[in-house]
Structure formats: C-alpha cells, structure tokens
C-alpha cells in the first residue's frame, strides 16, 4: 500500500510540475512522461494494471537505449492520462489552457465536444466513438428472432455513462425500438435492487447498461437475487473483463453481451502481445494487479509504443511536431495498427462484443483461454454464436 501511494503521489506531483510550466529537461537528463493514476477506489484494481504496464514499456525501452539517446521515466517532459472517462474529463480543459499534447487512456468521447488538435485516445471505437461503443450489441440483438421491439436504458449520472447512452440512445433511434426505461441512478448508489425491479416493471425485449466496475457488481448480484425476465442483457458493464471481477461473480457473468477490447482468442493474436503478457503476468503477482492483464495492459503499453514511435521519428519532444506527426502517420502496437483521425481517435472502429457462458465457478484459470467467452462481434474476431434468451445462457 505505501509503494502504491508513493507511486500515485510521484505521478500527481509530476503532472502538476508539467502543467503549471516546470523547466524542460536538458539534453543529457532522462524523457520524462507525466500521468495519474487510480489506485485506489472504484477504478483502482483497471489502474493499478495499466500503471504496470507503462512500467514494463519504460523497462524494454530503456534496455535499448532510451529514447533520443536518453532514457525514460514516469514523470513530466510529456502527459498522459490516467485510466478512464470520469478521470479524463476534468483534466482536459486544464490541458486545453497550457496547449500540451495529451493522450486519453480509456476515454469515451471526451473529445467531440472540443475538438482539440492536440487530443489523442487510445480507445477502440474510431471516429464516431459514442454511437459506435455501442452499435455491435445492437446488430446482435436485431438478428435474432423475435426480433427485439423493446428497450430498457441504465446508467451512472456520470460522464463514462451519459457518453454511453448519448450514443446508445442515438442507435436506438436509428432502428426504431421502443424505449420502456431510460434512467440514470446516483453514483453513490449502493443497492441496485430497485433499480432492476424498476427495469423488470417495463418488461423489456433487451437491457442496455453502461456501468463501472462498483455498479457492474451491484447490478449482477441484484439479478441474481431477485431474477430478471429479458432476451438480452448487458452492454458497457465496465470490469467484467478484469480478473479480480470474473473471480468475484464467477456464474453471475452467464449469459450477459458485453463491448470488450481483446480476449485471448486464436483471431485476436496480435504481433507482440503475448510477449508483452508474459512479462506483465510475471510481475503481476509482486504487484498485487489484476494476474491476467487482458483489459487495460496492452492497451496502456501500447499507448507509450505511439509514444515511442512517434518521439523517434521526429525527433525531438516538439509537442506541435508531435500532435502532427502522430495524425498523419500509422503505428503498429501490440494491439495491432493504428492510426488516428482529426479528433485524435482511432480512424477505424474495432470493438468486440462477447458474450459470457458455461461459467460453473469463480476458479480464475477458466478465463485463460476464450472457453468461457465467444466473440460474436466483428466477423474477424468472431469465434461462435450467442446463446439467446438470456434466460437460456444462464443456465
């Protein structure tokens, strides 16, 4: 714990050096690279994961030499976000003010509104990103037969949550369902049983929820003790894809559709991305982080690979030369090749959405492998078929 928080004061301190204009480091000094992170609350058991795998980059970097013949440290030349929305959000307009080059880890849509040159996200959903978080669920849901004419709507009054409806909404527009239910709960809720009886009342076709780890937990455990009578059921439940949430509700998961990043499937084996995992399942365990790393690491790590990349081909640390850079030329990262549009998301769109099945307890070693998890989304990751009703998968 006290490892943990020096570790989360560093970075607090150093991003605040870089934003109030601390001194730019000589030549002979070390890259330094300024972030925050969750490590503790709600998001601390994704945060603490991603932080060890910008650990393990600064590690193979340095190895080889650093970076313009210098090494690299966690600290302040440049900055990057902590993990997820709610924590970007604030952050953007103090980067905004200052003109620094900033890049989102895990931030739906925060830059839609702004339209900063300087913005970059490393997040799946492309150039759309809020109706495209969800668009694949709904292509699912309206292949099946009954067609699904209803729709229940739920979420967190937070920013992650008003993102993913604002685009869920948009979707559900477009195909025409009836919407039974669209309300938003207080983040401070603690007891989700009201909530699915309040959804239950409606009698929807299908559930949509967009939800962080806290409330993902809650809302499981809710529909298990009281039940739940729909087709489908799922959407953005954030954590589900963690290994200490998979441990926690184990057969809870049966059956739920969910928008995920990568799983460990034979269609998703990235150039790279089991050497990064070896490593980070290796140090995983001194850590006290998430054993698996399938959610956050790679991505985290492949962050600070653009990065890398982008540094060595310019030059210099010029945030200017940077931000254009990094728009006009593709990167190959663990997580496969990116390349970034004008708002500073992924020009092409690469969700997956899966579904949970055949889930008997909470042994973390059925997750090793995509047994437990099909990929029914896109067609050149997917591995099967969805078991539908919701009640079906469950059993």
């Known amino acids: ?11 607090g301190f150093a991003t605040l050096i870089l934003l109030s204009g601390g001194t730019v480091a000589r030549a002979a000094e070390p890259i330094t690279i300024g972030l925050s992170m969750a490590l503790t ?48 959000a604030p952050a953007m307009p103090i980067v905004m003010q200052k003109d620094r080059l900033f890049f989102g880890l895990f931030s739906l849509g925060i ?7 300087k913005y970059f996200s490393m997040l ?13 669920w709904f292509d699912i ?17 937070a920013e992650f949550g008003r993102n993913a409806l604002d685009g869920a909404r948009e979707n559900v527009k477009k195909i025409g369902l009836k919407t039974v239910y669209d309300r938003a709960y207080p983040p401070t809720t603690v007891d989700y049983t009201p909530i699915i009886r309040a959804v239950q009342a409606t009698n929807p076709d299908i559930v949509y ?61 990235f150039p790279g991305i089991w050497d990064f995992l070896k490593q980070y399942q290796a140090k995983a365990p001194a850590e006290g982080v998430d054993p ?20 060595t081909a310019v030059g210099s640390l010029d945030e200017d030369k940077l931000a254009q850079y990094m728009h006009s030329n593709p990167f190959k990262t663990i997580v496969g090749d990116i390349a970034f549009g004008p708002d500073g998301e992924w020009t092409e769109a690469r969700p997956i959405f899966v579904q949970y099945h055949g889930i008997k307890s909470n042994d973390l070693d059925q997750f090793r492998d995509d047994s437990r998890i099909t990929i029914l989304s896109p067609p050149q990751f997917k ?9 079906k998968a469950r059993e």
């Not at 006290?2 to 004061?9: P, Q, S």
């Not at 393990?56 to 900055?79: F, H, M, Q, S, Y």
């Not at 959610?295 to 890398?308: C, D, K, N, R, S």
């Open 383 to 391: 591995t099967g078929e969805l078991i539908w009703p919701y009640a």
């Open 292 to 311: 698996l790393g399938y959610f956050l690491p790679p991505f985290a790590y492949a962050e600070m690979q653009v990065l890398q990349q982008a540094i």
């Open 124 to 136: 799946v959903f492309g150039p759309d990103p809020k109706p495209a978080f969800s668009k694949g």
């Open 141 to 157: 849901a309206l292949a099946q037969n009954p067609k699904p004419q209803t729709i229940a709507l739920v979420t967190a009054d």
């Open 111 to 117: 830059n839609v509104e702004f339209h900063y040159p």
């Open 209 to 269: 929820v967009a939800s962080y780890p806290p409330d993902t937990a809650g809302l499981l455990r809710a529909i298990s003790e009281i039940g739940l009578k729909t087709n489908m059921f799922g959407g953005a439940l954030v954590g589900v894809a963690t290994a200490a949430m998979r441990q926690q509700l184990g057969p809870l998961m049966n059956g739920i559709v969910v928008t995920e990043l990568w799983e460990p499937a034979k269609t998703m084996e």
């Open 41 to 88: 609350g709600g998001l601390a058991a994704v945060g603490k994961s991603g932080l060890l795998a910008m650990q393990i980059w600064a590690e193979n970097t340095n190895a080889k030499g650093g970076l313009l013949g210098r090494p690299v440290k966690l600290k302040v030349d440049l900055v990057i976000s902590g993990y997820a929305t709610n924590m970007v």
């Open 1 to 11: 714990m006290a490892m943990h928080l020096k570790r989360a004061l560093w970075a």
